[in-house]
């Protein structure tokens, strides 16, 4: 299973009806879960190697519609690295106070400082997916909004910033068995939101502001991937393939002992 099964080569036009979000890559669930758990393993490692070296931040970008696994991802996979080196933010409505700046600034304080990890839970793309689709600002405005947000990622690219965008696909009768489920568990009860329908009733046009993102953003520096999200477990070993590649690319070593403290005496 290489990287560029999921990514989304530059310059090329998106179809999301040609991606199955299905798709196990001919994977059993049980292998799955095995090969789950020895990535996890070598990113505990490789995230210990980034925190310690510090040279490169990791920022993940989890872009997905309501119930696509979004928070499942970041539980089941994110939760491999130290809570320590890791920092999740989860972007809602704008409140007036980042409503009162460009669309980028709430953005930009969240991006991860060398060594850290970054994890976005929805992102600088809402801004050209529901604010688009809800008609939140006329077109011109969020027509100019992509070259903005490849000009920002460029920029965090040039700084030691390690992008990973994930676009978590899941086709709507799953969604409908998900939204279902939460409305039958007690313990799911507090995730349903009356107002996720009204997006569902949007669905082709979500889709289409999805395909536009992925199709226009997606960059050298920063590259979209599309993760088939209908089977959690393969949604979850994809995310874990993909950034034990990123990370083991980075080639990292452990930094060396300083050099005053060779030759030192414990007692
Ligand atoms: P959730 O992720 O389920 O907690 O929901 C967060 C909600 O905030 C979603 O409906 C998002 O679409 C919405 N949201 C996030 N960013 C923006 C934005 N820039 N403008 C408008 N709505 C947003
Ligand atoms: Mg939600």
């Not at 090969?35 to 505990?44: F, G, M, P, V």
């Not at 539980?75 to 320590?84: E, G, R």
């Not at 009768?173 to 939460?182: A, K």
Request: aromatic share 8%; with cysteine.
């Amino acid at each position: 299973m290489a990287e560029n099964r999921f990514r989304v080569e530059p310059g090329t036009r998106v179809s999301l009806d040609r991606h199955d979000p299905a798709d196990t890559g001919g994977l059993t669930k049980k292998q799955a879960l095995e090969e789950l758990d020895e990535r996890r393993e070598r990113l505990k490692e490789l995230q210990e190697l980034l925190y310690a070296t510090r040279r490169y931040a990791l920022l993940v970008i989890l872009q997905g519609t309501d119930t696509s696994g979004k928070d499942g991802a970041i539980k089941h996979v994110m939760s491999a690295f130290n809570p320590q080196g890791v920092q999740v933010t989860s972007f809602k409505t704008p409140t007036p106070e980042e409503q009162a700046h460009d669309f980028l600034w709430r953005v930009h304080r969240a991006v991860p400082p060398k060594g850290m990890v970054g994890i976005f839970n929805r992102s600088q793309y809402e801004d050209v997916l529901i604010v688009r689709v809800e008609e939140l600002v006329p077109r011109k405005v969020w027509e100019r909004r992509y070259e903005a947000i490849n000009h920002f990622e460029e920029l965090l690219a040039q700084s030691g910033v390690v992008i990973c965008k994930f676009f978590l696909h899941i086709s709507k009768e799953e969604q409908r068995e998900r939204l279902l489920d939460r409305l039958k568990e007690r313990d799911s009860h507090w995730k349903f939101r009356p107002e996720d329908l009204a997006a569902r009733a949007k669905w082709e046009e979500y889709q289409a502001a999805y395909e536009d993102a992925l199709s226009r953003c997606s960059t050298d520096h920063a590259p979209w991937h599309i993760i088939p999200a209908d089977k959690k477990w393969y949604r979850n070993l994809a995310i874990s393939q993909v950034l034990e590649e990123k990370l083991a690319a980075l080639n990292l070593e452990w930094p060396p002992l300083q050099p005053e403290a060779k030759g030192l005496i414990i007692t």
